[in-house]
């Protein structure tokens, strides 16, 4: 059998050095692609297929008209009011000059009366003020009149009484002027039932041990000069001349503790020919001298709250 050819000799394998650039761009490579997956991995690679939206535009601001003129309004209605329900036969263009001053240029002064009759004004209270369109507003005032009967009439003069009145009103050209003839109006013959109103607990020995020195207060309250009877530092004015002293009805300390506590009186007093009782809430402090301690009166106020 004859044996195969011989070929060429098969040369060994022989490895050969890299280039340095290569190398580098290799791993310049590899280190672009590992960045870009911990890129990918922090931000999300949604947010780089779908891009973020624009924020959106801040609301634009609503300019809110300005608030409408409650005291002014208030205080043109009371003139207003007042000048209306007062009038006299005698007296009927003084009563348009001041009607005029609060109405519209050419207005009708006379709003309707017919020119007849006397009619005072004792007290007038503004109140509700009611805004409408167009800078407009209708004000509650209520208001205190008295017929004013002639010497001769034989009959009894009638009684104050109150009467509501709806007052329209418009804001213009920088002032508040009466639009219109106002309408008389009822007001309710009672007040609606009070709530049910917490009742302080009393300290019956501290209200005991300080009624005689409530007591010199409101005897020196009635005279005008309070200072020998108030605590250090106390500020309270005495009342007018004319008031007197009657008693003290009765006298309640709050429960509690510390040197200031809170009580209520109950006081009479004598003015304008009779007699009336009055609710007052006084501050106590303890007074603390070289001897001994005492209680003396820091500040009172009317009422029961």
């Known amino acids: 059998m004859t044996a ?59 300019q809110s008209a300005p608030a409408y003129p409650e005291a002014e309004a208030q205080a043109v209605a009371a003139r207003f009011a007042r000048t209306y329900l007062s009038w006299d036969e005698a007296k009927g263009d003084e009563r348009a000059e001041l009607l005029a001053s609060l ?39 209520d208001v205190l009149t008295r017929a004013v009967e002639a010497p001769a009439a034989k009959q009894p003069a009638r009684p104050a009484r109150w009467v509501g009145l709806d007052v329209p009103v418009v804001e213009t050209a920088g002032r508040v002027i009466v639009t219109g003839r106002p309408g008389l109006v009822g007001i309710p013959g009672t007040g609606p039932k009070a709530p049910d109103l917490p009742i302080a607990q009393a300290d019956p020995d501290l209200s005991t041990r300080t009624e005689a020195t409530i007591g010199r207060f409101f005897t020196a309250y009635a005279a005008g000069d309070v200072e020998a009877v108030t605590a250090p530092g106390a500020t309270v004015p ?51 001298s070289a001897d001994a301690q005492r209680w003396q009166v820091a500040d009172v106020r009317g009422g029961s709250l």
């Open 238 to 288: 005495g009342l007018p001349d004319g008031i007197a002293y009657k008693g003290l009805s009765s006298w309640a300390v709050d429960a509690g503790s510390g040197e200031d506590r809170t009580g209520t009186a109950v006081v009479t007093w004598a003015l304008g020919g009779a007699t009336v009782e009055q609710v007052y809430r006084v501050e106590l402090t303890q007074v603390s």
């Open 4 to 62: 195969p050819a011989a070929g060429p000799p098969v040369q060994p394998w022989v490895p050969r050095d890299e280039k340095s650039g290569a190398v580098f761009a290799r791993r310049l490579g590899r280190g672009v692609l590992w960045g870009v997956l911990i890129l990918a991995a922090i931000t999300g690679v949604r947010s780089w297929i779908v891009p973020a939206k624009a924020p959106a535009p801040p609301p634009a601001q609503v």
């Open 103 to 141: 109405l519209p240029a050419g207005a009708d002064a006379a709003m309707g009366w017919d020119g007849r009759g006397r009619q005072e004004v004792a007290a007038v209270q503004p109140g509700k003020v009611t805004p409408g369109k167009s800078r407009q507003a209708l004000v509650r005032v």
